[in-house]
């Protein structure tokens, strides 16, 4: 196993302040910059299918300022995302790729994860609350962290 420059023998070198200010400022760009791809990604999907801020914000009840983070390098939860999928009508193969510049994908052996991306599939527009019934009444989904009008 390939240690990292700074360790030796699983322990922390003797390493100069300034070394762990530059190490440390290094790896925070680089960390901003996969923050970005998120936010240029959003900002793509959203210019492609004439989405403003205001309206995601009014389909899917998050917060104007939320919205205005997820443009600006904030990632958002998968929770979020399936929620502005599914009410902005955006194509699983698009949230897919956004998940992915996010750091996420979904897990399909996960039955909360399936489900959204079936609902994104197949419930693409409705209301978040008949997709929670849906997840309820016809999946059988009792775990409240999977419902997404809560």
Same mark, same amino acid.
């Given at each position: 196993? *390939? +240690?990292? !420059?700074?360790?030796?023998?699983? #322990?922390?070198?003797?390493?100069? !302040?300034?070394?762990?200010?530059?190490? &440390?400022?290094?790896?925070? *760009?680089?960390?901003?910059?996969?923050?970005?791809?998120? #936010? +240029?990604? &959003?900002?793509?999907?959203?210019?492609?299918?004439?989405?403003?801020?205001?309206?995601?914000?009014?389909? =899917? /009840? %998050?917060?104007?300022?939320?919205?205005?983070?997820?443009? *600006? /390098?904030? =990632? !958002?939860?998968?929770?979020?995302?399936?929620?502005?999928?599914?009410?902005? +009508?955006?194509? %699983?193969?698009?949230?897919?790729?956004?998940?992915?510049?996010?750091?996420? #994908? &979904?897990?399909?052996?996960?039955?909360?994860?399936?489900?959204?991306?079936?609902?994104?599939?197949?419930?693409?527009?409705?209301?978040?609350?008949?997709?929670?019934?849906?997840?309820?009444?016809?999946?059988?989904? =009792?775990?409240?962290?999977?419902? %997404?009008?809560?």
């Amino acid at each position: 196993m *390939t +240690k990292h !420059p700074q360790m030796q023998d699983g #322990a922390v070198a003797n390493v100069f !302040p300034k070394e762990m200010k530059e190490l &440390f400022e290094t790896n925070r *760009t680089i960390s901003k910059e996969f923050n970005k791809q998120f #936010a +240029k990604t &959003f900002n793509k999907i959203n210019e492609i299918a004439g989405l403003s801020q205001m309206t995601i914000a009014k389909r =899917t /009840g %998050l917060d104007k300022n939320t919205i205005s983070g997820w443009s *600006t /390098g904030a =990632t !958002p939860s998968k929770k979020n995302i399936v929620k502005y999928a599914i009410r902005c +009508k955006i194509d %699983l193969l698009m949230i897919a790729t956004l998940l992915r510049s996010g750091g996420y #994908a &979904f897990n399909l052996a996960d039955e909360k994860e399936y489900a959204w991306a079936y609902l994104i599939m197949h419930y693409s527009g409705r209301e978040l609350s008949e997709c929670d019934e849906v997840l309820k009444n016809v999946f059988g989904i =009792t775990d409240k962290a999977a419902f %997404l009008n809560e």
